[in-house]
């Protein structure tokens, strides 16, 4: 197991205030961890936390764990 990558968490936690500007949704989807997120099914198409993105960001463990 490893750590979320700090850009995710923060990709992960800012998503978590959903819905967020869309100023904001921009910015985050120009970065590689959108896709990322997208891939894993951490969050749905419109940026909305999937809850395990959700558990992921705040989850028991902070920042998530993603296996290997």
Same mark, same amino acid.
Request: net charge negative.
């Given at each position: 197991?490893? &750590?979320?990558? !700090? =850009?995710? $968490? %923060?990709?992960?936690?800012?998503?978590?205030?959903? #819905?967020?500007?869309? =100023?904001?949704q $921009? &910015?985050? *989807? /120009?970065? #590689?961890e959108? =896709?990322q /997120?997208r $891939?894993? +099914?951490?969050?749905?198409e419109t @940026? &909305?936390?999937? +809850?395990? @993105?959700? *558990? %992921? /960001?705040? +989850? !028991? *463990?902070?920042? @998530?764990?993603? +296996?290997?």
């Amino acid at each position: 197991m490893c &750590e979320v990558s !700090p =850009d995710m $968490a %923060h990709l992960l936690s800012t998503l978590r205030a959903w #819905p967020v500007s869309a =100023d904001v949704q $921009a &910015e985050l *989807r /120009a970065k #590689p961890e959108w =896709d990322q /997120a997208r $891939a894993w +099914g951490w969050i749905m198409e419109t @940026g &909305e936390p999937t +809850g395990t @993105g959700s *558990r %992921h /960001a705040t +989850g !028991p *463990r902070p920042k @998530g764990l993603i +296996g290997d």
